[in-house]
C-alpha cells in the first residue's frame, strides 16, 4: 500500500458518500441522542464545521488559509471517509443542526485505494498492518463532541456507532491518533508514562512514529507513577480508549499545526473489554435503533 501525506485542498469539494450501507440507517439511539452515517454533503460540511469549532476555535489549531475562510476543517482524506455523526434530535432545525459530535472513519480497502491512512503522516501504520495480513483494520479519526455534550451518554453514542460499523464490516483492529492537549509531551510526563507501562503494545501490534518525530513515553519510572493520577490526567477519550482495553505506541507525535501530543490507539476487537462487548451487545444491539 503506497501512502502519501494528504494536503488540504484549495477549494470546497462535493463528497462522493460511501455505499457500502444506506447512509441514513440510525446505528443506534440514546434518548434524544441518535448515531449514524452522513447521509449528504450538506451533513459533511456541517461535521467539518463542528471540526473547525472545536479544533481552531477552541484549541487554537493553526488551519490553512481556506479552512479558515470556509470556518471547516476539511482536507482530501474526507473524500473517501465515512462520517459518522451524533444528532440531538432534541434541537429545532434540520439535522445539519443538530449534530453535536462525529468521528471520521477509514476502512483499509477504500484507504488502499486511495492515498492510505492519515495517521500515516505521524506513524507507520503500512507497517502495522503489514504485519497482521488477513485482518481488516479500521482508522478512527477527528473526534470531537461540542463542548456542551461532553458527557458519558455522547461517548456512549458515539461508540455505538463505531461498534455497530465495525461488525458490519468485519473489522479485526481499529486504530487511530488519540490527542494530548500542547505540544509540550513531558507537561503529560505522568500520564503517558501510566499509559506506556499499562498498555504497551506486543510484538504483533507494535507501532513506531515515522523516524524523527518519535518522543519515546517512557519519562518516569515506574515507582513515580500513581495511577489514580495518572487516569486524572488524561484526557476522557483516552481514558475511554484505555478503559476498552486498548493499547498505544511507545512513542508519541507532536503535532504543530494542531498544537497537540498525539499517541496511537490500537485496538483490536478480541481484545475489547467483556463487560463492554456486553454492554453495547455482541451484536451491536443494545442502543439499536
Not at 41 to 51: G, P, T, Y
Not at 226 to 237: D, E, H, S
Not at 254 to 262: A, G, K, M, Q
Request: charged content about 20%; overall charge neutral.
Amino acid at each position: 500500500m503506497e501512502t502519501h501525506v494528504q494536503q488540504p485542498l484549495s477549494t470546497p469539494f462535493h463528497v462522493p458518500l460511501a455505499k457500502s450501507q444506506p447512509a441514513d440507517r440510525a446505528l443506534g439511539k440514546i434518548g434524544s441522542l441518535e448515531v449514524r452515517l452522513a447521509a449528504t454533503n450538506a451533513e459533511i460540511e456541517a461535521a467539518q464545521c463542528l471540526r473547525y469549532r472545536v479544533f481552531a476555535e477552541e484549541m487554537g489549531a493553526q488551519l490553512p488559509a481556506e479552512a479558515v475562510r470556509a470556518k471547516r476543517d476539511f482536507d482530501a482524506v474526507d473524500r473517501y471517509c465515512d462520517h459518522l455523526l451524533v444528532l440531538d434530535t432534541a434541537l429545532t432545525g434540520t439535522a445539519e443542526n443538530q449534530i453535536v459530535g462525529t468521528y471520521r472513519l477509514l476502512r483499509q480497502e477504500v484507504a488502499e485505494r486511495h492515498d492510505g491512512f492519515y495517521s500515516q503522516s505521524e506513524f507507520d501504520v503500512v507497517d502495522l498492518v503489514g504485519r497482521n495480513p488477513g485482518k481488516r483494520f479500521l482508522e478512527l479519526g477527528r473526534s470531537c463532541v461540542l463542548k456542551e455534550y461532553r458527557t458519558r451518554r455522547t461517548l456512549e453514542a458515539l461508540w455505538q456507532g463505531n461498534w455497530a460499523y465495525a461488525l458490519n464490516h468485519g473489522i479485526d483492529a481499529m486504530f487511530g491518533c488519540a490527542s494530548f492537549p500542547g505540544d509540550k509531551p513531558h507537561a503529560h510526563a505522568l500520564a503517558l508514562s501510566f499509559l506506556n507501562q499499562a498498555a504497551a503494545t506486543g510484538d504483533n501490534w507494535t507501532v513506531n512514529a515515522i523516524p524523527g518525530r518519535g518522543v519515546s513515553l517512557d519519562m518516569m519510572p515506574v515507582e513515580a507513577i500513581t495511577p489514580r493520577a495518572a487516569l486524572g490526567a488524561m484526557p476522557p477519550l483516552v481514558k475511554g480508549y484505555l478503559r476498552l482495553g486498548a493499547l498505544v505506541s511507545s512513542e508519541a507525535v507532536v503535532d504543530r499545526e494542531f498544537r497537540t501530543t498525539d499517541i496511537l490507539v490500537i485496538l483490536p476487537v478480541k481484545q475489547i473489554r467483556g463487560r463492554y462487548i456486553n454492554h453495547y451487545g455482541a451484536d451491536a444491539s443494545r442502543f439499536s435503533a
